[in-house]
């Protein structure tokens, strides 16, 4: 059967735009999933309200999502009835030849309404897993558990799964068995990287706006406080890297539901620990920091690693998730054991003493992540599939 030369029609199915590399990649997939080949939407829930919002950025790509607000956060079985409904309708009213879902939330209604609506082809990207490091508390052990069940449940619904990294799709298939190996393929995420490469080292806008020194060793910290992030630790070694570099500072770029928390953590450290809550002028951020640290303990492909090696700023990170194939097993950045305040302090304060040339780790970032090479891999994907299906 010859394939119709007409474009493909693509629903990007994601539970929120809040900040975070997930709003981020989703927007530039759609972006980037252009006419002729393409004709692409982006639905999406409402963000919570200790959230930063993302929409602005969908938008100055040219992307006017589709609001379904109870794609929110949280599964609820009640509630995901509806939800699961109104994205059934609306998959109906647009007749896509492709639904891509992503986060778990969308991923698991999206899956379900998808295939009761006959969309052709089904795609879920994990984006990281919620199977370790994200709950805590008595109950933390038994949810785990229960987001398995669950994602080996929605696998069924789909014809494929993406992960961003190998040890990831290593993860889902051999240790959490989410479905077969053969079912996943690895596709990099992609990420605009062009204001990253332009900016240069150490401009000082940054700096300026904070009030921190010109010549002042600057460790950041970049994303969500919560605890997957476990920005307590980011904090356990900044006493540590303050103990051997007096005049070091300390930035956190974001926001969550443990600020306070980590705030009055910070407390001992004084005015060297700067909150600046979410920032939108990311490349002056990294060009004024002299390294990035990553303090998760779970992550899937933190794009905060990805901006930063590109814009030539020394990374730190906990080896977990997808960080150690994003560094090329420490290659283009240090990994340290998770929850190993001793081992992140020590690793920064190498990085201070030593800088490494980040040149080379910067073009390997620029040729993995560029968005249009990652849109020509997702549509041979989408080909593939509906080829297989007669389409």
């Not at 998959?91 to 879902?101: E, G, I, M, N, Q």
């Not at 077969?180 to 000082?204: E, F, H, N």
Request: a neutral charge; glycine letters at 6%; proline letters at 6%.
């Amino acid at each position: 059967m010859a394939l119709s030369s007409s474009p493909i029609r693509v629903v990007h199915l994601i539970a929120r735009l809040n900040i975070g590399g997930a709003a981020v990649v989703v927007s530039l997939m759609a972006a980037h999933q252009r006419p002729p080949e393409f004709e692409t939407m982006l639905v999406c829930g409402r963000i919570g309200e200790t959230e930063g919002d993302m929409q602005y950025y969908a938008e100055q790509l040219g992307i006017q999502p589709i609001f379904i607000p109870e794609l929110g956060r949280e599964l609820h079985p009640l509630r995901d009835i509806v939800t699961i409904w109104k994205v059934y309708r609306l998959l109906r009213r647009l007749k896509p030849d492709v639904v891509h879902t992503h986060t778990s939330k969308a991923g698991f209604v999206g899956r379900i309404a998808a295939r009761l609506a006959g969309v052709p082809v089904i795609v879920h990207t994990f984006h990281g897993h919620v199977f370790y490091g994200v709950f805590r508390g008595s109950h933390a052990r038994l949810m785990e558990r229960i987001s398995i069940a669950l994602e080996r449940f929605a696998a069924a619904f789909c014809d494929r799964i993406v992960t961003l990294s190998d040890r990831l799709r290593d993860e889902l298939a051999d240790r959490f068995h989410i479905t077969q190996k053969s079912r996943i393929t690895v596709v990099p995420i992609p990420v605009d990287l062009t204001a990253l490469i332009k900016i240069p080292r150490r401009a000082g806008t940054f700096r300026a706006a904070w009030n921190i020194p010109a010549n002042a060793p600057l460790i950041g910290l970049v994303g969500r406080l919560v605890p997957m992030k476990n920005p307590e630790l980011f904090v356990q070694a900044a006493a540590q890297v303050k103990a051997h570099q007096p005049d070091a500072y300390f930035v956190i770029v974001g926001d969550g539901e443990l600020r306070a928390e980590v705030e009055r953590l910070a407390a001992s450290l004084g005015q060297s620990v700067i909150f600046t809550g979410w920032q939108q002028d990311m490349p002056a951020i990294y060009s004024d920091l002299d390294v990035l640290a990553v303090s998760s303990q779970n992550e899937g492909t933190p794009v905060t690693l990805i901006e930063a090696v590109t814009a030539r700023c020394p990374v730190v990170a906990t080896a977990v998730g997808g960080v150690p194939d994003l560094l090329s097993d420490g290659a283009l950045g240090t990994l340290v054991p998770p929850d190993d305040a001793v081992a992140l302090a020590n690793a920064i304060l190498a990085a201070l003493r030593q800088p490494p040339d980040m040149e080379q780790a910067s073009q390997v970032m620029r040729d993995r992540h560029d968005a249009a090479n990652v849109t020509q891999q997702l549509g041979a994907l989408y080909r593939e599939v509906l080829a297989e299906k007669g389409r």
